[in-house]
Nanobody
Framework: QVQLVESGGGSAQAGGSLRLSCVAS?????MAWIRQAPGKEREGVAY???????GYVDSAKGRFTVSRDNAKKTVYLQMNSLKPEDTAMYYC??????????????????WGQGTQVTVSS
């Protein structure tokens, strides 16, 4: 079992920035940030492997940056140029297997409790 604890959510104005953090109780190679807006399905935002390979949903490219500190078992999501459509609950997720990694919510085995991000125009 892996416990994931997110922090860093909150409110921001459009164009502003927020930085999310996720601390894991154990190392897992494939980690991701997933978000869910009210009335919508979960959407993969970004993933990162232990080796530093990353991927982003198109709407996050150029604005969000995922990173990790393996020594601290912590994954970050730096969100810049925020838009109202970024408003959602953001979840940290980890995959048990090390075979592949992507931001598809269906492949993850462990989830944090989520942190709310609200962007106002």
């Amino acid at each position: 079992q892996v416990q994931l604890v997110e922090s860093g959510g909150g409110s921001a104005q459009a164009g502003g920035s927020l930085r999310l953090s996720c601390v894991a109780s154990a190392d897992r190679s494939c980690m991701a940030w997933i978000r869910q807006a009210p009335g919508k399905e979960r959407e993969g935002v970004a993933y990162i492997t232990e080796g530093g390979s990353t991927g982003y949903v198109d709407s996050a490219k150029g604005r969000f940056t995922v990173s990790r500190d393996n020594a601290k078992k912590t994954v970050y999501l730096q969100m810049n140029s925020l838009k109202p459509e970024d408003t959602a609950m953001y979840y940290c997720a980890a995959r048990e297997k090390e075979d592949y990694c992507q931001a598809n919510p269906r492949i993850f085995d462990y989830w944090g409790q989520g942190t709310q991000v609200t962007v106002s125009s």
